[in-house]
């Protein structure tokens, strides 16, 4: 019963397989101060905001030790697109903001296991 208030982006994450994931679901709504679910509260940001998603990870999980230069070269090295044109669409999608960080689409899940990976590549 309780399934039904949670999030697609909490569903996708529960399910996945990936290694990061239970660490990608606290950092998303876990029971603390610093999950991206009290920051939306805390500070008014709309669940769908890239931008909002980018001062979460730089500010609060990664605790300003961590320049938006290094995000994005870990974001680089995480998301490893293939070709020219995939890294330079890769650039400007985290530059100005991706169109499936949508709280509506389960895949925008991803971006938390992405936080996990940065939070462990960049803080140890």
Do not use: H
């Not at 697609?8 to 990608?24: C, G, I």
């Not at 985290?94 to 936080?115: C, H, L, Q, V, Y």
């Amino acid at each position: 019963m309780f399934g039904l208030f949670k999030s697609k982006r909490e569903k996708y994450l529960e399910k996945s397989d990936d290694p990061l994931a239970a660490l990608a679901l606290d950092l998303y709504c876990g029971d603390n101060q610093y999950n991206f679910a009290y920051y939306c509260g805390g500070t008014d940001t709309d669940w769908s905001d890239w931008q909002g998603f980018k001062n979460w990870l730089l500010n609060w999980v990664l605790a300003g030790e961590c320049s938006e230069a290094e995000v994005l070269d870990c974001y680089l090295e995480w998301a490893n697109p293939l070709t020219e044109n995939a890294r330079e669409s890769t650039i400007k999608g985290f530059d100005s903001g991706f169109t499936m960080f949508d709280k509506a689409d389960p895949n925008s899940a991803r971006f938390f296991i992405f936080a996990a990976y940065c939070s462990q590549k960049l803080r140890g």
